[in-house]
């Protein structure tokens, strides 16, 4: 496409009445084949991948937003989104932690972050001597000599693309829902991980270290593949704020799990909330699915949801193989205006399968908080079995708590318990606490800690510690 | 230690307490006793900072200081320690947790060093003979399914090890079986001393006879109607409350 074809493009937007400043790296807004074509083609990929773009696109065209959840916001103009922006130079970014947000620095400073981590997370640019540059080296040497592949999809696409090929959209169809769609149409980059059969990757993988983790764009596509008998453990996100200038994130996650392997995701979501009246913020409205594919495959969601003004997402498995596990363990917190509708689906398929649900909802201020789940179980799945729990905590009384589970069971013998609590934070509790020592603050922080325990337990350490101090900051002024 | 001066204190629109004087000196253990309704229970709370309460009139000083101007956990921190009627269940909060996070922020603003686990853990298990609980108290979560006895025994031990100047205990007896009363009582007994004041809530008089208080009040419609030694209680014991308030 030329730099002409590219001004009519934008010209043909202004008609939507959008005048955008627009950064030489960042096509205009607006959606079309051209758009698609382009973002293909200055990522140098591939023809089959640009035509499956179109596919979805053309899905996409034909498809409505969903409108079920227990979500209230403005419909989305997608022809004012930019669907790509470069990756920034490290020029481009800020020189130094001065340029920074201080509420940022603050944030990190809270949560205990080294500072040449600080540096790194809020995209600072930085020389060679720094020293997370060597760690990042040791960490890729040390995952080589293992066989394990730790890249950016956009890469993996050139260095592995008879397995990209294989497993892209093979557990998220394109048309598997509407933001699916657009994702697979316009998707950015984000990470590819393949795990070898029999391996043990050697340490947790953390988007902390992946090297172009700064500025990934706001449609994230990650792929990850454990062989037969492989483990991971795969932390997504950062526990700091991101700040984000735009609104929508549509990402999609795919597991698959082959015989005898294990993955554990962990997420620590905390996007741009907005303001207390709900202003700004990102709308998250995210697709992630593993499948357990192999016999006594296990697949575990473990997320902290604190950040984003709405959260769409519902981490699911499905159960093929037989005595395959699926698990969910998460804390959704919704504050300010926030509006939070997330959950799980289990899909037992094979015999003896089994899944845990452990929802924890935390509403405070305005928050709408929506536990929503489906365990399903086919004809086939015998003697599966699921249980779910799912309590709500309720701070204030301007905050909700709704909980939607869905079963569709087909198979007799299979057995499901579903639990669900909702209670409030007492006066009791934080008077109680007060006259032991602790501030009003560290007695919430206490009170809601004990909440979410069940769930921090199955994060990794350093992540539990974090997510925890997190869950303070969060909820900083949520009494008094 | 404790002044108290015509105390006012009233829920909503209803007034509980109507004019309290009470005079503690360091060393003391007081009795208040009375009837169910008496205010007894809301004089421990308003002293303990609980905001349920709104104070209309009078004062309390406390070392010297406007108690009633510090939030519950100042308080904490100078020495003033409630024992809960009901002692609060935190679900998912084991015990030695809160414990820990008691003592170290009561030492914090005492400018005493953090105590590390190891240290904590010396301390507690010390202060766990004396109440004769099993350390398996410690991993239960705070109060969550505890027996009554168990939790005024929790009750006590937090007591013992925060090493408060001024203890209120609120029915700390209620619910106890006869083992457990003993245990406990003398559990207060190991905590008296020259530097501390205790402030014994109770409607009933088993308690002091383990612990003997060196003073007994009787608290009746919001008033102390009648202040005497030790004897008092068995007066009270023989008589009831409406004889002594007759009286």
């Known amino acids: ?173 394109q048309n598997d829902n509407y933001y699916a769609a657009l994702n697979s149409a316009v998707f950015s980059d984000g990470s590819f991980v393949y795990i070898p059969k029999g391996v043990r990757c050697p340490m947790e993988l953390s988007t902390y270290f992946r090297i172009n983790q700064q500025n990934t764009g706001q449609f994230e596509r990650t792929l990850i593949v454990a062989e037969e008998g492989s483990y991971v453990s795969y932390l997504e996100g950062c526990t700091a704020p991101q700040r984000d200038e735009n609104q929508l994130h549509a990402a999609v996650v795919e597991l698959v799990a082959e015989t005898d392997a294990e993955i554990k995701y962990s997420t620590v979501q ?18 992630k699915r593993g499948e357990c594919r192999g016999d006594r495959s296990k697949i575990s969601w473990t997320q902290l949801e604190t950040g984003s003004a709405i959260t769409w997402k519902y981490p699911s498995c499905v159960l093929i193989g037989a005595d395959s596990v699926g698990e969910f363990y998460s804390v959704a917190v919704a504050g300010k205006k926030q509006q939070a509708d997330t959950g799980t689906k289990m899909i037992h398929i094979g015999p003896r399968t089994r899944s845990t649900i452990i929802s924890k909802g935390i509403s405070t201020a305005r928050g709408q908080n929506a536990y929503r789940g489906l365990v399903k179980v086919l004809p086939g799945a015998v003697d599966a079995r699921n249980f779910t729990q799912c309590d709500s905590l309720l701070i204030g009384d301007q905050c909700g708590a709704h909980t939607f589970p869905y079963v569709e069971a087909e198979e007799p013998s299979a057995q499901l318990e579903h639990e669900a609590t909702t209670s409030k934070v007492s006066d009791d509790q934080l008077f109680y606490l007060r006259t032991r020592g602790m501030t009003e603050e560290d007695a919430l922080n206490m009170v809601v800690n004990g909440f979410c325990k069940e769930v921090f337990q199955k994060l990794p350490m350093e992540f539990a510690v974090e997510a925890e101090a997190l869950l303070g900051i969060t909820l900083e002024g949520a009494v008094g | ?134 350390e398996a108290f410690l991993h239960r979560n705070v109060n969550e399914g505890f027996s009554g006895g168990e939790k005024k025994r929790n009750e006590i031990l937090q007591m013992q090890l925060l090493e408060p100047t001024l203890a209120l205990l609120d029915e700390t007896d209620s619910g106890l079986d006869v083992d457990a009363l003993r245990i406990v009582g003398e559990g207060i007994n190991r905590m008296r001393s020259p530097d501390r004041s205790v402030l014994l809530v109770t409607h009933y008089q088993r308690l002091l006879d383990v612990v003997k208080p060196d003073f007994v009040h009787v608290l009746a419609q919001g008033e102390i109607k009648l202040s005497g030694d030790h004897t008092l209680a068995q007066r009270l014991e023989r008589e009831g409350y409406e004889g002594i308030e007759a009286a």
């Open chain 2, 1 to 134: 230690m404790l002044s108290i001066r015509n105390l006012h204190a009233r829920v909503g629109d209803k007034p509980i307490l109507k004019g309290i004087n009470l005079e503690i000196k360091t060393g003391e253990i007081h009795a208040i006793m009375g009837p169910n309704g008496s205010g007894k229970s809301t004089l421990s709370s308003v002293l303990a900072g609980r905001d349920d309460y709104e104070v209309t009139d009078g004062e309390v000083i406390y070392q010297g200081q406007n108690l009633l101007e510090l939030e519950p956990e100042e308080r904490a921190w100078a020495g003033v320690f409630l024992s809960f009627q009901y002692p609060v269940e935190i679900p998912g909060v084991k015990n030695i947790y809160l414990l820990k996070a008691a003592v170290n922020a009561v030492r914090e603003h005492r400018g005493q060093p953090e105590l590390k686990a190891g240290e904590f853990l010396k301390l507690v298990r010390e202060k766990l003979k004396v109440m004769q609980m099993d």
């Open chain 1, 270 to 287: 905390n996007w741009f909330a907005g303001d207390d009246d709900g202003k700004g913020g990102i709308y998250n409205f995210v697709t």
């Open chain 1, 1 to 173: 496409m030329s730099q002409q074809e590219i001004d009519q493009l934008v010209d043909q937007d202004y008609k939507y009445g959008f005048v955008t400043d627009i950064e030489s790296d960042t096509l205009p807004p607006g959606l079309n084949e051209d758009v698609i074509r382009e973002i293909s083609t200055r990522k140098g990929e591939p023809e089959w991948l640009l035509e499956w773009r179109l596919e979805a696109y053309a899905k996409w065209l034909t498809m409505t937003p969903p409108d079920w959840a227990h979500v209230d916001y403005p419909p989305i103009d997608f022809q004012s989104i930019s669907y790509f922006s470069a990756p920034k130079k490290q020029g481009d970014g800020p020189q130094s932690l001065d340029e920074v947000d201080p509420a940022l620095i603050d944030t990190y400073n809270k949560l205990g972050i080294p500072l040449e981590e600080q540096k790194m997370l809020a995209g600072v640019a930085v020389d060679a001597v720094f020293d997370s540059v060597s760690v990042v080296t040791t960490f890729k040497e040390k995952l080589h000599e293992a066989g394990v592949v730790f890249c950016p999809l956009s890469e993996a696409v050139h260095s592995h693309p008879e397995l990209v090929k294989k497993f892209l959209g093979a557990v998220i169809p």
